[in-house]
């Protein structure tokens, strides 16, 4: 633990505990909850059998906050007068310097006195609006360097380019977050939308040996971005270029999405500029088709974010015991695929199976179905390899028996999961006819798993 000084919050411990605190308190929790949610995230310090310094300080620190709120727990308050009055919270400055044996001996006296006098009326927390990001999915957006960095870096008033492909809300804060990809361009021109279908991704992998991650194919594309508010994103450098609803990719393209991939917006420029400086000259990364006239709506027109239910007909699901249940999925992307001049929906299931048509609303509620068959179910929790999503291969609108699939609405938003990984690979490219049966068998195969995440 850093010290710097004799005050309470003069550690590193101290501050962390005030962060949380404070924290809990702004998600509007009740102070039951704050209390017993701080102790957990410190149980290993705070609920230790050998009671050290750590220990003492970080009680004698969430009863301070909690007095100085007025919201001071019996629990709380035995603890560190228990300490203050033996005389433990002073024992580990003893080989201190009599200068800060002092200091801190005053410090701990103040404290005492203070927990036991009357302790003000509970204070009332503003609970600060949760930013809800306006970007859409398919926004494409060109992005002006004008920070000193780039200027260092010899880029400044560059511009680079990104598309916003999911749009994540967030279960802590309750926080709508955008997920973006961004492509491996810079030019010190404005563009139009068209670059995203000339260009390729630029991976967000941050690595010092590029090549390395080509031979594994294991490279991120996804950038989480955390905007705390309106206000930081700066005008003057920001540019709407349009909406793209489908994104052209060559079949051998991998996409990985995880939360350790999450970045601050204020750091937007040091986190574009490092990547692409880093596989610029890298070649053989997966690129996109080059001819954006290819591009036509999928003749049944669905959108990014579409939610429907299917309702289970085949002779396959009859014998499953499965017959005329619903099952859910939602449209997270749309996939050109060049050899056969059409697009591919990608979809993510829902593991819900109903006997009604069920609203939208009910896949904020319910975990992802993996798309993977279940093997040794410890394998892909141990290593996070769990896929969710499937590839639907050409389709026209012959493709879909009527009455079997209903429209339920529209859903952006998703609910994010620290926990939940989940890929597009090629190998899961599936025909519109044998989905049912796929779905059917991941289903029985997954549902009594609990450590599937959503």
């Given at each position: 633990m850093g010290t710097w000084g004799t005050g309470l919050y003069s550690n590193d411990l101290a501050l962390d505990l005030k962060g949380t605190y404070m924290r809990l308190l702004k998600e509007g929790k009740t102070k039951e909850e704050v209390e017993r949610l701080t102790i957990e995230q410190y149980e290993d310090t705070m609920e230790c059998e050998d009671e050290d310094d750590e220990t003492i300080d970080a009680w004698l620190v969430l009863a301070d906050l909690e007095w100085k709120y007025g919201r001071l727990s019996e629990r709380v308050k035995a603890r560190a007068l228990g300490y203050l009055e033996t005389g433990k919270a002073l024992e580990a400055w003893e080989e201190c310097s009599k200068s800060d044996y002092k200091n801190r001996e005053q410090v701990l006296e103040q404290l005492r006195e203070k927990l036991l006098s009357p302790m003000p009326a509970e204070k009332k927390i503003r609970v600060p609006k949760p930013y809800e990001c306006e970007w859409k999915l398919g926004d494409v957006f060109a992005y002006q360097f004008t920070s000193d960095y780039s200027k260092e870096k010899g880029v400044e008033n560059h511009y680079m380019v990104f598309r916003v492909i999911q749009l994540v809300r967030s279960k802590s804060d309750n926080s709508i977050q955008p997920v973006v990809q961004v492509y491996k361009w810079?030019?010190?021109?404005?563009?139009?939308?068209?670059?995203?279908?000339?260009?390729?991704?630029?991976?967000?992998?941050?690595?010092?040996?590029?090549?390395?991650?080509?031979?594994?194919?294991?490279?991120?594309?996804?950038?989480?971005?955390?905007i705390s508010s309106k206000r930081q994103i700066k005008k003057g450098s920001l540019f709407y270029l349009g909406n793209s609803p489908a994104i052209s990719v060559i079949p051998q393209q991998k996409?990985?999405?995880?939360?350790?991939?999450?970045?601050?917006?204020?750091?937007?420029?040091?986190?574009?500029?490092?990547?692409?400086?880093?596989?610029?000259?890298?070649?053989?990364?997966?690129?996109?088709?080059?001819?954006?006239?290819?591009?036509?709506?999928?003749?049944?027109?669905?959108?990014?974010?579409?939610?429907?239910?299917?309702?289970?007909?085949?002779?396959?699901?009859?014998?499953k015991g499965l017959l005329n249940k619903y099952i859910l999925f939602r449209?997270?992307?749309?996939?050109?695929?060049?050899?056969?001049?059409?697009?591919?929906?990608?979809?993510?299931?829902?593991?819900?199976?109903?006997?009604?048509v069920p609203s939208s609303e009910?896949?904020?509620?319910?975990?992802?179905?993996?798309?993977m068959p279940l093997e040794d179910?410890?394998?892909?929790?141990?290593?996070?390899?769990?896929?969710?999503?499937?590839?639907?291969?050409?389709?026209?609108?012959?493709d879909i028996e009527k009455g079997n699939l209903i429209y339920l609405g529209r859903e952006e938003v998703i609910i994010s999961?620290?926990?939940?990984?989940?890929?597009?690979?090629?190998?899961?490219?599936?025909?519109?006819k044998s989905i049912e049966n796929v779905i059917v068998d991941r289903y029985l195969e997954w549902k009594d798993v609990d450590f599937i995440t959503y």
């Open positions: 810079m030019g010190k021109e404005l563009p139009g939308l068209d670059v995203i279908y000339k260009e390729c991704l630029l991976p967000s992998t941050g690595i010092k040996h590029p090549e390395g991650y080509l031979k594994l194919k294991s490279i991120a594309y996804e950038w989480n971005i955390d996409r990985y999405t995880n939360e350790g991939g999450m970045f601050l917006y204020k750091w937007i420029e040091e986190y574009f500029i490092d990547r692409y400086l880093v596989w610029k000259d890298v070649e053989n990364i997966p690129s996109h088709i080059d001819e954006q006239e290819h591009m036509r709506p999928n003749t049944y027109q669905w959108r990014l974010g579409d939610v429907f239910a299917y309702k289970f007909n085949t002779e396959y699901s009859k014998e449209v997270i992307e749309l996939l050109w695929d060049k050899e056969k001049d059409c697009i591919n929906p990608v979809i993510e299931v829902y593991q819900w199976l109903g006997d009604e009910i896949i904020k509620q319910t975990p992802l179905l993996p798309m179910p410890s394998k892909y929790v141990e290593n996070q390899r769990l896929n969710y999503n499937m590839i639907l291969d050409t389709m026209d609108e012959a999961c620290s926990k939940q990984i989940h890929k597009t690979i090629e190998d899961h490219l599936y025909e519109w």
